[in-house]
């Protein structure tokens, strides 16, 4: 029973450097060269602690697990990590005194090593089956070996040789366990990055398509108008054509500057900033633009909301949620502001509007990338509106019915509570 114990701990100082390798290394270490570095430390540290706790029996006699770490570091990782780790068995070895263990330990190393490095460059280039079985194969041929070398050393006498034939069994079990569970993890890990791969290009094809369907609705009609003013018995239409192609030139330019926007990355020049005072300089800008919709803006705006961010992000990111409250009452109405300070440490700003509302599966798709309840809309100053608020730390909440209006909830960290969590 205390054998079976020392190889199950022999088991799971094996398994750490796995674990560690799939669970940490994979993600956060893009070179190949250091993640060989690395694994190379890891599977030596196990070595190590396989060497440092063997299974004792009879006199002097010892055996661990270290050869499956030296398979596995040398098979995946090349030749110079399984000549490292050898030295690192032999050294260590040595630390423990001259003796037939000793010579036992190198007699298997050379003969054994040379086998590990004619199969590894075949091990490499395989599929997951031929995988597993040259390296149960190589872990049979080195405990075969030492068995060998053992009962030539000490004497065929059957209490040792039969804890030789229990490791012999015990490390090709291991070994086969081990290099299916590590194949089977690598194609799962290969599967997601293809997964991802496709995700990522799926996106871009999409927003490619989109936002090229979305430029080409503005050119196609500048370029009919631009044609019928070639018409020389159309005189009194030409200031309307100009007009409408100018219009829809800027709808395109505007699509482009969201797109780039959206797509640029953030530079941060935030500092104090009054959010009342902004908030009142945005509702100036706007307001001749409620007006010709009819449409009421009232307020109710505490002045000291301090928060850390840019003003003119922020200003970006009102003026779209505003806008787009204005244009959700084709028949007037009255748009509600108010800006106040949480007890949780935020800044709250309140705009409701009395608009068409949103489903709950509309709600939902806010902010994605050109989705839009407007007919020449493109969802790209909602999206961005999102990404500005985040990017103060913030969040938006919003509360909608169908028929009933909008409320965007937005709370802002106020400027102590971002010094604070800078800190």
């Excluded at 006498?157 to 015990?170: E, K, W």
């Excluded at 959206?262 to 007006?291: A, C, H, T, W």
Aim: with cysteine.
């Amino acid at each position: 029973m205390n054998i079976l114990k020392d190889f199950l701990l022999q088991l799971t100082l094996i398994v750490i450097p796995i674990f560690i390798y799939f669970t940490f290394i994979t993600e956060r270490v893009k070179s190949d060269k250091n993640k060989n570095v690395i694994m190379s430390i890891l599977w030596g540290i196990s070595i190590l602690l396989c060497m440092s706790f063997p299974v004792s029996y009879g006199e002097n006699a010892r055996l661990d697990l270290r050869f499956i770490p030296l398979l596995f570091g040398t098979l995946y990782l090349g030749y110079f990590p399984g000549v490292f780790l050898s030295a690192l068995i032999i050294f260590f070895r040595l630390y423990f005194g001259i003796s037939l263990g000793f010579y036992n330990t190198v007699f298997v190393l050379l003969l054994s090593l040379p086998v590990i490095f004619y199969f590894q460059k075949s091990f490499a280039r395989s599929k997951k089956d031929k995988r597993v079985k040259i390296a149960v194969g190589l872990s049979f041929y080195y405990c075969l070996l030492g068995l060998t070398f053992f009962g030539v050393l000490n004497g065929f006498s059957f209490d040792h040789m039969s804890v030789q034939i229990i490791h012999l069994i015990f490390v090709v079990v291991v070994t086969w366990l081990f290099i299916i569970l590590s194949e089977m993890i690598r194609e799962i890990q290969v599967l997601r990055i293809e997964v991802q791969n496709s995700e990522k290009f799926r996106v871009v094809s999409e927003l490619t398509s989109v936002f090229a369907h979305e430029i080409r609705n503005p050119m196609q009609v500048t370029r009919g108008f631009l044609q019928l003013l070639n018409d020389p018995d159309l005189p009194s239409k030409k200031k309307e054509y100009i007009q409408i192609s100018i219009e829809e030139l800027d709808r395109a330019n505007e699509i482009i500057d969201d797109f780039l926007l959206f797509s640029k990355p953030d530079i941060n020049n935030n500092k104090k900033v009054n959010v009342g005072y902004q908030l009142e300089r945005v509702i100036n800008i706007i307001q001749s633009y409620s007006l010709n919709h009819n449409v009421e803006i009232k307020t109710d705006i505490l002045y000291n909301c301090w928060i850390y961010a840019n003003p003119q992000k922020l200003n970006q990111s009102l003026i779209n949620i505003l806008k787009n409250a204005v244009e959700s009452m084709p028949d007037g109405g009255i748009v509600w502001i108010t800006c106040t300070t949480a007890d949780d440490g935020y800044i709250k700003i309140n705009i409701k509007d009395q608009g068409i509302g949103m489903t709950n599966k509309q709600i939902d798709r806010l902010g994605t990338p050109f989705y839009s309840l407007k007919e020449k809309g493109t969802g790209l100053g909602m999206m961005i509106s999102f990404q500005i608020i985040r990017s103060f730390k913030g969040k938006i909440i919003v509360n909608s019915e169908k028929g009933t209006g909008t409320e965007f909830i937005i709370f802002l960290p106020q400027e102590s509570q971002t010094e604070r969590t800078a800190i």
